[in-house]
């Protein structure tokens, strides 16, 4: 099916199916499509990646000063984000992007009027000059019309490092050997399971039947426990039941193997092998692997995906110059909300939400007169750093004297 795009002037790009170019070539057993359907150890790595990317939401700032950031919660580009076009929400289109990049090393989306479009990789191609820098972006059409150029089209694009030009190396051509070994274990195993006998011994009869009367009876009694399996079949005339070893799973090592080569996919996207059950891990490295999931893990990449959506700010949002988009990490690592009180109440030295922030959490109407922010009368500054830290902590002794919040009269303190 070909690609139409329609320019916010009303004109038409449109190319139907094209070849691909050489420098995409690949052999059929190694095409990232093929791949993608047919590898479960690259699906769960590289589906995991980008399902953990897309669930983040898109957050518009504006740059006031460089101590000054105001959230911009009704901008263009939030919203064309979030909401690419009339069937994509913005988490799939992001998803769908993630996955070109992990397993192309680049991909596309091209800001069309109101909607962001996503390039799928075969449909496009990056020319270099002779030192690798990109020059030109073609949108790909048959041999009989001419290529598209994009360049100077509002794009949403990156790709990997190459040391021959512009456009990356895909992943897969690394992880090339790992796969086609996995692919020719799981054939191997396939074929003993389907010629490895289906009993788990031989019969051994000494001579021979004494009459053919006794072999059809035979047969006939032991095709009828074959297909019932039930009871103990009789062996008469001589026969000996001798027990033969026979393929099992523990044998043919199936689950080691499929482990290895999760293990092998995950190393090579730098995923944790744990985060994906793939390894089993204990409850304190698990919630420390989590905590560095979105940052020196998924961080990275996070980071190239805000910078290029960074280059089309201005044509998602003309009217803000200083306009720039972050995916929030927050909700992701910030923990439970019960955490984040904590913290956050030892970090200011006090409440951080009115009544009214936490009813519209809870999804509540609003109320008149909850917009004020309650302090506790014990929460003063120079006393209790917050409304938990009351407690034995706070009486004299061995901890220090007694915590001050104010002066005290005579009169109030009472007799000794």
Not at 154 to 182: F, Q, V
Not at 239 to 244: C, R
Request: charged share 25%; glycine share 8%.
């Amino acid at each position: 099916m070909g690609l139409t795009l329609q320019r916010a002037g009303g004109s038409v790009w449109k190319s139907p199916d094209a070849p691909i170019p050489i420098e995409q070539w690949a052999p059929a057993e190694r095409d990232p499509l093929r791949l993608w359907r047919a590898q479960p150890s690259l699906r769960k790595v590289v589906g995991f990646i980008a399902e953990q990317i897309s669930q983040l939401p898109w957050h518009a700032f504006e740059r006031v000063s460089d101590t000054d950031r105001q959230r911009v919660q009704g901008s263009r580009a939030e919203q064309l984000l979030r909401h690419p076009a009339p069937l994509i929400g913005g988490a799939a289109l992001l998803e769908a992007m993630v996955i070109d990049w992990m397993l192309w090393d680049r991909y596309a989306a091209i800001v069309d009027g109101d909607q962001i479009i996503r390039l799928p990789p075969r449909l496009w191609t990056i020319k270099s000059d002779a030192i690798g820098r990109p020059v030109k972006v073609l949108l790909l059409t048959p041999p009989d019309q001419p290529d598209i150029d994009l360049t100077e089209a509002p794009l949403i694009i990156d790709w990997g490092w190459s040391d021959i030009a512009a456009g990356g190396i895909s992943p897969l051509i690394t992880l090339a050997e790992i796969l086609d070994e996995a692919r020719e274990s799981v054939k191997w195993r396939k074929r003993q399971w389907d010629t490895a006998p289906r009993f788990g011994g031989l019969l051994k009869h000494p001579k021979t039947f004494r009459d053919t009367k006794t072999r059809e009876r035979f047969e006939i009694s032991w095709k009828a426990w074959q297909e019932g399996r039930r009871g103990t079949p009789i062996l008469e005339d001589g026969l000996e039941y001798q027990a033969a070893p026979q393929l099992n799973p523990r044998d043919a090592r199936d689950i080691e193997g499929r482990q290895w080569t999760d293990t092998e996919v995950a190393g090579a996207y730098g995923i944790p092998p744990e985060l994906l059950g793939i390894r089993p891990g204990n409850f304190s490295n698990m919630a420390a692997l989590r905590s560095m999931l979105f940052g020196p893990t998924l961080g990275p990449k996070i980071t190239r995906l805000e910078q290029a959506v960074a280059r089309v700010a201005n044509t998602l949002d003309p009217g803000r110059p200083g306009l720039y988009l972050e995916l929030s990490r927050e909700a992701a690592i910030n923990g439970s909300l019960i955490e984040q009180a904590q913290v956050l109440q030892t970090m200011t030295g006090g409440p951080i939400m009115t009544r009214a922030e936490a009813r519209a959490r809870l999804n509540l109407p609003h109320l008149e007169g909850t917009d004020e922010l309650i302090v506790p009368l014990n929460v003063l500054e120079g006393g209790q750093a917050s409304p938990t830290d009351s407690g034995s902590q706070n009486h004299a002794g061995a901890n220090g004297p007694v915590q001050s919040f104010g002066e005290i009269t005579e009169h109030e303190r009472g007799p000794i």
